[in-house]
């Protein structure tokens, strides 16, 4: 089951940057279409690496637990995510960049093919 801290804190930011979460239907060209694309590649990949600290959560100890850990490990995981997909993720970005283009009927540019 999917962190809801996560999810809220990538809400959060959408909000916080005045912008409304991105939509398809408003793609007009290569680039934008590839910014949507890592953006929501970014999302999987947090969603991905909360999943995977999900059994970690209440450590005891030293250095484990706390209302710290419980308040910003969402955002950990998103931190994670964003620089799984700024080395290349794991090629998500590109397929829906692709996907996103021919349901646009955008052509894409010669140098990109």
Known sequence: MADPMVSSAFLAQQISSGKAPPSVS???TEAEAERIAKEFEGFF???MVSSMFSGLEGGS???GGGP???AFSGLLHE???KVFAAQG???LADN???E???MQGIELSKEAK
């Open 26 to 28: 408003e793609v007009r």
């Open 45 to 47: 990949l947090s969603q």
């Open 61 to 63: 100890g030293m250095f």
């Open 68 to 70: 710290g850990e419980k």
């Open 79 to 81: 931190e994670y995510a």
């Open 89 to 91: 993720g794991i090629g």
């Open 96 to 98: 829906l960049k692709l």
């Open 100 to 102: 996103i283009l021919r």
